[in-house]
């Protein structure tokens, strides 16, 4: 899915530049079922994406221009069945000891990660999640035992509950609720459940545009927002 390309840039990209324009532009990408599609893409970057000239006796290359990213990204394989929270603990030793950031692939947002990390620093905890309220795809019913509607209410965002949004900010600390034998546990099941219950997490609000690439339906809406210069993500 993050090689799922929005207007003709895989949602990765879109989702490192959201971070790299806010000044963080140093990745770690967690590889797992086809992480080759992954590692060919930024193996090839810089020649795809750039105007050349190439001496075919030689092999000498003259770069013209290119469409350069200041990306440093580590790709680490992390195994074709491990889940989310040992994806995490298989790159531990990429992150050091200071607080890192932790996203989804298929998401996109016009998030201000100074604010979130202000948060973040704020509360003193050891974990931060975003906090959205997604768009409304459906309306609501109210009905009695009989089946008889007794309101109908059109999709409205008053009706949207917050949800978590990815864009994490966590200190080194949260390893502690990962256990070494975690291949089959899930990131958001045991140490989301417990940093919770311990008090050590809290949630960023975001009232700005969030969506995530779900079903074929997001993909088209997002390629029609990027299209039309509607993306409010697109904050570079």
Same mark, same amino acid.
């Given at each position: 899915?993050?090689?799922?390309?929005?207007?003709? @840039?895989?949602?990765?990209?879109?989702?490192?530049?959201?971070?790299? &324009?806010?000044?963080?532009?140093?990745?770690?990408?967690?590889?797992?079922?086809?992480?080759?599609?992954?590692?060919?893409?930024?193996?090839?970057?810089?020649?795809?994406?750039?105007?050349?000239?190439?001496?075919?006796? #030689?092999?000498?290359?003259?770069?013209?221009? #290119?469409?350069?990213?200041?990306?440093?990204?580590?790709?680490?394989?992390?195994?074709? /069945? &491990?889940? &989310?929270?040992?994806?995490?603990?298989?790159?531990?030793?990429?992150?050091?000891?200071?607080?890192?950031?932790?996203?989804?692939?298929?998401?996109?947002?016009?998030?201000?990660?100074?604010?979130?990390?202000?948060?973040?620093?704020?509360?003193?905890?050891?974990?931060?999640? &975003?906090?959205?309220?997604?768009?409304?795809?459906?309306?609501?019913?109210?009905?009695?035992?009989?089946?008889?509607? #007794?309101?109908?209410?059109? @999709?409205?965002?008053?009706?949207?509950?917050?949800?978590?949004?990815?864009?994490?900010?966590?200190?080194?600390?949260?390893?502690?609720?990962?256990?070494?034998?975690?291949?089959?546990?899930?990131?958001?099941? /045991?140490?989301?459940?417990?940093?919770?219950?311990?008090?050590?997490?809290? !949630?960023?609000?975001?009232?700005?545009?969030? @969506?995530?690439?779900?079903?074929?339906?997001? @993909?088209?809406?997002?390629?029609?927002?990027?299209?039309?210069?509607? !993306?409010?993500?697109?904050?570079?």
């Amino acid at each position: 899915k993050p090689m799922i390309e929005i207007g003709g @840039k895989p949602i990765l990209w879109h989702i490192m530049k959201i971070y790299a &324009t806010q000044g963080f532009n140093e990745f770690i990408v967690c590889l797992g079922y086809k992480g080759e599609v992954i590692k060919n893409y930024f193996l090839n970057y810089y020649n795809q994406s750039s105007n050349f000239t190439i001496d075919l006796g #030689t092999g000498h290359i003259d770069i013209h221009s #290119t469409d350069k990213c200041d990306f440093k990204v580590t790709l680490v394989e992390t195994g074709l /069945e &491990t889940k &989310t929270a040992g994806r995490l603990r298989r790159v531990k030793e990429f992150l050091g000891k200071d607080d890192f950031m932790l996203t989804y692939g298929d998401g996109v947002s016009n998030i201000n990660l100074a604010e979130l990390i202000k948060f973040h620093k704020m509360h003193g905890k050891l974990a931060t999640l &975003t906090s959205v309220k997604p768009e409304q795809n459906f309306g609501r019913l109210q009905m009695d035992d009989q089946g008889k509607v #007794t309101r109908f209410r059109e @999709k409205s965002q008053e009706d949207a509950v917050w949800i978590n949004g990815g864009f994490f900010v966590l200190k080194h600390e949260v390893f502690n609720y990962i256990p070494n034998d975690s291949d089959n546990m899930m990131w958001e099941d /045991e140490p989301l459940d417990k940093l919770t219950t311990d008090g050590q997490l809290h !949630a960023y609000k975001h009232e700005g545009f969030w @969506k995530c690439m779900d079903a074929m339906r997001d @993909k088209i809406q997002l390629d029609e927002l990027w299209a039309t210069n509607n !993306a409010k993500w697109k904050i570079w």
